[in-house]
């Protein structure tokens, strides 16, 4: 298995006394984050034209270091009017502007907004919450309770055939767009079996020879996939229309237009392809 996520600089650090001076400041709205009007290149914006703004953040946190700089999660009021040139946008249309890494921090600074934004309140005793000094957690005190932020593991899989693989298309996807199976891992379920339960509902099929291949945090709002492979054991197609709309074997070399190497999926795709092309 190849490394997919490049090296980067960035230690996640949670103390709430750190200087955050010339930071970047990963600023989000309502899960959209913002960014420069016609850049095509996503950077983080400057801690320094933070502040000229003049602006007071819904919440702000501190949350590592990237290229030995301060990160800055900060939660934006939307009651308060943006300079011009800069506009909130939604974070997926950040794939291709930025490299896997920095979207990877990107995402965590999102998640970070969402959980701290959804959980200012204690889920047992319903009393405000306060965030702890020395690291990502919010607490409450008469409970004792801390409450980090939430992941939501969940599996994908390409399923292969000789030399054919397995990909499918739900019903929000366009038209001619296909991706590999994918699911959220239950309570109580190991990955492995998750893979084994989704195929079987999802087109009908079993499998063998399942491989761990690589993982991917997907901020989409806070998944952890778990990539792997699979070859077909036995069964047909037989769909759950509510999740899958078509499923089709294709060939390697005929492939339709399906996810690039920015999310987990086009990770798997374009390994399989690899090494069919060097058996060729």
Not at 29 to 36: E, N, P
Not at 85 to 114: H, P, S, T
Not at 138 to 159: E, G, H, K, M
Not at 209 to 216: C, H, P, T
């Amino acid at each position: 298995m190849t490394e997919q996520t490049e090296s980067i600089e960035f230690i996640p650090d949670f103390n709430t006394s750190a200087d955050i001076g010339g930071a970047y400041c990963f600023v989000f709205c309502h899960q959209m984050i913002l960014t420069r009007k016609g850049e095509t290149t996503w950077r983080p914006l400057d801690y320094e034209v933070w502040q000229q703004w003049q602006l007071q953040p819904v919440s702000q946190h501190y949350f590592g270091k990237l290229f030995d700089l301060p990160c800055l999660a900060v939660e934006f009021d939307p009651e308060c009017n943006i300079p011009q040139g800069y506009e909130f946008i939604k974070m997926w249309k950040l794939l291709g502007q930025i490299d896997n890494a920095r979207f990877a921090v990107a995402g965590r600074a999102q998640q970070i907004i969402e959980w701290n934004r959804t959980h200012q309140y204690c889920g047992k005793c319903g009393q405000k919450t306060s965030m702890h000094s020395e690291e990502c957690s919010r607490v409450c005190d008469p409970c004792s309770l801390r409450f980090y932020p939430r992941l939501s593991p969940a599996i994908i899989v390409l399923v292969s055939r000789e030399e054919e693989l397995l990909l499918a298309r739900g019903p929000r996807t366009p038209e001619n767009f296909y991706s590999t199976l994918a699911g959220f891992v239950e309570a109580g379920e190991s990955a492995e079996e998750c893979v084994h339960r989704e195929v079987k509902e999802e087109v009908g099929i079993c499998i063998k020879k399942l491989n761990y291949f690589n993982s991917q945090a997907w901020p989409f709002p806070n998944s952890l996939m778990l990539g792997f492979h699979a070859e077909y054991e036995s069964g047909e197609l037989v769909l759950q229309k509510d999740e899958i709309i078509d499923a089709q074997w294709f060939h390697y070399s005929n492939l339709p237009k399906h996810p690039g190497r920015v999310s987990i999926s086009g990770w798997l795709i374009d390994d399989f392809v690899q090494r069919m092309q060097k058996e060729e």
